[in-house]
């Protein structure tokens, strides 16, 4: 089956559970939920064509449209988890990255994943003990440090090793226990200079995010967290459908051009977090 023929697919199903699921919860608000369908269209295309984004936009874009925080964050871990597996399937399938069993791409995947999923449960301890806006001014100055070094090396063939994606995982799971973002600009851009090419580093945060989210999702629900059907229905079918036309767009994108957008891309999410952490 063709890429093409799957992604139709794909498309029409997602459809077609979007608007049984809304006929079956009944009183949605049509003009909230096609905003809500094109934002999260926009913010997952972007998200999964360069590995970044989604929660970064969507949050505060989210709060503009009057939506509350008990809505926003448990909706978009829970959407970003479904769309961020559906991301990395589509990457495999169309050889952006390779994951599959005894895949080149599967153990760095692996790495990030553990790495996110150890830093997730333990970082919160360290971020009670230190200012919030310390902390965001930190992070902020590494995302964007990473992305100028994406940039003034994405000329240079970087040698792979595990310790350097060891290292990564590290510190982009620290950054998403501290923060609760920004950890795609970090783990994309990070995966570049630990010598992982561009296409691959951005299917594999799609699956390393997937990871985190769902273990943040597990956390979350265990405390007596809830997914707000309403919000949930137009978010996750807008995220999904915009998935296989993003994939393609990377697989038809200059390796070098795709590290240039990569580290601008990433410069700028770290100059929001710097500019958020001045205005607490």
Not at 225 to 240: N, Q
Request: glycine residues 12%; aromatic residues 10%.
């Amino acid at each position: 089956m063709s890429y093409t023929t799957k992604s139709g697919f794909w498309i029409v199903t997602v459809l077609t559970l979007c608007v049984l699921a809304g006929w079956y919860h009944g009183q949605m608000d049509m003009d909230r939920s096609f905003m809500l369908f094109g934002l999260c269209f926009t913010c997952e295309l972007i998200d999964s064509a360069l590995g970044m984004g989604y929660g970064t936009i969507l949050t505060p874009a989210m709060l503009f449209m009057g939506y509350g925080p008990e809505d926003i964050v448990p909706t978009i871990l829970v959407s970003e988890l479904i769309s961020g597996f559906a991301a990395a399937f589509f990457h495999n399938e169309i050889k952006n990255v390779d994951l599959g069993l005894g895949g080149k791409d599967l153990k760095a995947a692996m790495i990030l994943a553990g790495g996110s999923v150890v830093g997730v449960s333990l970082g919160v301890a360290t971020a009670l003990k230190l200012p919030d806006q310390v902390l965001r001014m930190a992070i902020g100055c590494v995302i964007v440090m990473s992305g100028l070094f994406v940039i003034l090396l994405s000329q240079r063939a970087i040698v792979y090793r595990n310790w350097k994606m060891l290292v990564l995982s590290g510190i982009a799971s620290f950054n998403k226990s501290l923060s609760g973002g920004g950890y795609g600009p970090l783990v994309t851009s990070g995966q570049i200079l630990s010598g992982v090419k561009g296409k691959s580093a951005v299917g594999i945060t799609a699956f390393a995010e997937a990871m985190t989210c769902l273990v943040a999702t597990v956390l979350f629900m265990m405390q007596g967290g809830y997914v707000s059907a309403r919000v949930f229905i137009p978010m996750c079918a807008g995220a999904l459908i915009s998935v296989p036309f993003s994939v393609f767009a990377i697989n038809r994108a200059h390796e070098d051009h795709l590290k240039i957008v990569i580290g601008i891309l990433t410069m700028v999410m770290g100059g929001f977090t710097i500019y958020k952490a001045l205005e607490m």
